[in-house]
């Protein structure tokens, strides 16, 4: 099965990855120890409770070193499952298997995290109409990846990058003199999605009236989200962000903001605890 993400090159990642691990030198443990011809079965599986993200690019590092591998996914990536779960089967060769085992496993252990915590954020606040957001702080060259484990998670993605939408914060206002200027440029400029933050609610007004198209209300306590939401009266959505935390987002949720972005998702999201036991089905003589 091909995986594919728009904008990810997967074959690159595979072989960057994989060199950055192998080096000029190769396995050199494996290629000193394990006969060329040893065949290996493996069990990935999940000593956590988990909501899966990355099988898919797992199995592709150990078929770039074993065409033949014989894999098969016993859960999909989005899944939800309990702690001791079997996630993948795996049979080939066992030098080809080891080689490509930490580049696996670390893949699939990151992005499960980010996908085990989403999730429990998107728990908190089923029911409220509050839909989570993820951020752009993710690791570099992974931003792709990490937004995909969001997504498995049930976020939504936020900006994929500095090109998909304006986002106009107090830096920007401060070169341009006035949050009117910095909007008023960003339209000029063609751009139709013109995320404005605020941190006051004098800023609401001032800032729609220049043409907002979403306001980011940015670390405001909920009684006061609760009011900007009110006053702002669904003329454009908007989105709570700053300080969210698991204890915090459902307080953050009820006051009827359309959005909540985390940047935690991405930035602090623990490795999922996941395995892979190997066991020989055949070892030729050296």
Do not use: C
């Not at 770039?64 to 060769?93: K, Y």
């Not at 006035?178 to 339209?187: D, L, P």
């Not at 949720?253 to 359309?258: K, L, Q």
Request: proline share 4%; hydrophobic share 45%; glycine share 10%.
């Amino acid at each position: 099965m091909t995986f594919s993400l728009p904008g990810f090159d997967l074959d690159s990642f595979l072989q960057t990855t994989l060199a950055e691990d192998m080096g000029g030198g190769g396995d050199i443990t494996a290629a000193a120890v394990i006969p060329a011809d040893a065949r290996f079965t493996g069990v990935m599986d999940s000593r956590d409770a988990i909501t899966v993200a990355g099988l898919p690019v797992a199995e592709a590092f150990f078929r770039a070193l074993d065409p033949d591998v014989r894999i098969e996914r016993l859960v999909q990536d989005g899944d939800r499952v309990a702690a001791g779960t079997d996630l993948m089967r795996i049979a080939g060769l066992a030098r080809a298997m080891l080689t490509a085992e930490r580049s696996a496993l670390n893949t699939v252990q990151h992005l499960s995290g980010i996908a085990t915590m989403t999730r429990g954020y998107v728990d908190r606040i089923l029911g409220t109409g509050a839909i989570l957001l993820d951020t752009r702080k993710t690791i570099p060259g992974l931003r792709r990846l990490e937004k995909y484990a969001t997504r498995m998670g049930g976020a939504t993605n936020h900006r994929m990058g500095l090109w998909d939408a304006a986002m106009i914060k107090d830096n920007h206002v401060a070169v341009a003199g006035s949050v009117e200027e910095a909007v008023r440029r960003a339209k000029a400029a063609g751009i139709e999605r013109i995320i404005v933050e605020v941190d006051r609610v004098d800023q609401i007004e001032p800032a729609l009236a220049a043409g907002a198209t979403h306001l980011l209300l940015d670390n405001m306590p909920p009684p006061i989200l609760r009011g900007a939401v009110t006053l702002i009266g669904g003329r454009v959505p908007t989105e709570a962000s700053g300080g969210v935390r698991l204890d915090t987002i459902r307080a953050i949720a009820e006051t009827g903001v359309t959005f909540i972005s985390v940047g935690r998702l991405t930035q602090s999201a623990p490795a999922a605890d996941i395995g892979l036991d190997f066991t020989a089905v055949s070892v030729a003589s050296p």
